[in-house]
Structures are given as structure tokens and as C-alpha cells.
């Protein structure tokens, strides 16, 4: 009651972690604590300034505001049917972001969701870079690689010839060894 009565209700609010050219990576809702006022956060909200902890309120994960793009009050982005949102006077596609993403710096890419029949997306790390530059390093394989059992080479004259032509001579062993005569 307190809290109403000063202005300080926390603010609920849609976290986007990327906003593409028709698509959202969505993470989901959070909190904001509306300090010093709920007026001068919101303000913050719609110039894009937010700085502070955002909560989110799956796992109750505390969060830099500066992991996100987009900080939108709940009551501005509207969910449609069929992973569609309207936010801005426009409609975008949606894509869930998983929470490992929710703190990755670089860029997201959306691909179907395995799990869902419905042609749902989900986001995931674009490593479309680290596999150039691994690509771009990596020597080229010389050839043909082919795996044989072992001793597939028994057969092979010039082997068997070479161990039987000259037994080697056994030579003394350098080290320490038992002596048979008990000293």
C-alpha cells in the first residue's frame, strides 16, 4: 500500500533481447523496481535509457539492463495467435529466447523449434563467424584416410620376409635387473 501510495510499484515489463527487421527475440516478463519513481522509469522505458537490475520472473534472475534492447511496459506490446506480437502500431514475429541466451553479447538467429509442431522459433547463439574464422585456419585434410584392423599387414610378403630372414640378436638389458644367483 505504502509503495502505491509513493509511486514505487514495481513495473512489469516484456524483455527483448534483439529486435530484427520483422522479428523479436523474445525472453519473456520482468520486474523493474521503480526507483527513484514509477514516472521517471517509464520515461526511461520509452527513451530506450533504462539502466538498473531487471527481474525476470521466470527463475527470478536478476539481470543488467544493458543485455537487452528493448524494455517494453507489459500494458505496449500486445501477443497475437500464432507467435505474432504487435508492439509499436506494428506486427512482428516472435522468437522465445532460452535463458542460456539471455546473457550472450553477440548476435541471435531464429530457427524452428524442434519441440513444437505449431512452426513456433526459438533463438540461439549465431557462431556463423567463429566458424568462418575456424574454417579459414583449419589446413585442408591431405587425403583419404583408411583404417585397417590390427596386423592387417601379416600378409604382406615383404613383412613376413624381413622377420624371418634375420632373427635380431638379444642384447643386454641396460638397468636394474634380479640376479638369479640370490644376491
Do not use: Y
Amino acid at each position: 500500500m505504502l509503495k502505491r501510495l509513493l509511486g514505487k510499484t514495481p513495473i512489469n515489463v516484456w524483455v527483448i533481447k534483439q529486435v530484427d527487421s520483422d522479428l523479436l527475440h523474445l525472453c519473456g516478463r520482468a520486474i523493474l523496481e521503480a526507483s527513484p519513481n514509477r514516472k521517471s522509469v517509464l520515461a526511461a522505458l520509452d527513451e530506450g535509457r533504462f539502466v538498473g537490475a531487471v527481474k525476470m520472473i521466470t527463475g527470478g534472475v536478476v539481470l543488467n539492463a544493458k543485455l537487452f534492447q528493448a524494455l517494453v511496459p507489459a500494458d505496449q506490446l500486445e501477443l497475437l495467435p500464432d507467435g505474432q506480437a504487435r508492439w509499436r502500431e506494428r506486427d512482428w514475429s516472435l522468437s522465445q529466447v532460452p535463458q542460456r541466451c539471455w546473457t550472450f553479447p553477440g548476435p541471435l538467429v531464429a530457427q524452428p523449434d524442434p519441440t513444437s509442431a505449431s512452426g513456433a522459433l526459438v533463438s540461439c547463439e549465431d557462431v556463423s563467424g567463429i566458424r568462418q574464422r575456424v574454417a579459414q585456419s583449419t589446413h585442408q585434410r591431405p587425403g583419404e584416410v583408411v583404417f585397417r584392423p590390427d596386423n592387417a599387414n601379416e600378409d604382406d610378403p615383404l613383412m613376413s620376409a624381413r622377420a624371418e630372414a634375420s632373427p635380431q640378436p638379444s642384447r643386454p638389458k641396460t638397468g636394474r635387473e634380479w640376479r638369479r644367483d640370490g644376491h
